[in-house]
């Protein structure tokens, strides 16, 4: 996967770093392999919502970024581990802050009504068009 080349401005370290763990899936599989090393099929049991064809493509962006890495033992049928590597492991602050934003974030969902949740996504809908059109 081709990196983008950032211009380096105030942002800069917080674009590299989303673009190497962005998407639905990267810092999923990240989260699971702090666990330890896994096989595909394990990684894939752990995130049903996942495709095969996506886990792999997940896993060799991850690999070609050095996140993870990824050993073949030479058995019938072949076995395959993929575990985080050093730079990888540097990121489980950054995966451990993101978990416990989100879980207080479905808390604070959790405690809100839904009829509330809704009158707010309306507003800020409502703002939005008037907005674009005013």
């Known amino acids: 996967m081709k990196r983008q080349d950032f211009g380096c401005g105030p942002g800069c370290p ?3 770093t989303l673009d190497l763990i962005d998407g639905k899936w990267k810092g999923v599989i990240l989260y699971h392999l702090q666990q330890g ?4 099929g394990e990684l894939r049991r752990r995130m049903p919502g996942i495709t095969q064809r996506m886990l ?5 962006a991850l690999e070609d970024d050095a996140l993870v890495t990824r050993t073949v033992f030479a058995e019938v049928p072949p076995r395959v581990e993929y575990e ?8 489980r602050p950054v995966i451990d802050a993101l978990k416990k934003w989100g879980d207080e974030h479905k808390a604070r969902q959790a405690e809100t009504p839904p009829s509330v949740r ?9 703002k939005a068009v008037s907005t674009i059109s005013g």
Do not use: H
Request: no cysteine; glycine share 4%; aromatic share 4%.
């Open 84 to 91: 985080l590597s050093e730079l990888g492991l540097k990121l």
């Open 37 to 40: 090393r896994l096989r595909f």
């Open 56 to 60: 792999t493509k997940q896993l060799r």
């Open 14 to 16: 917080v674009e590299i």
């Open 118 to 126: 809704l009158r707010k996504k309306k507003s800020s809908s409502e």
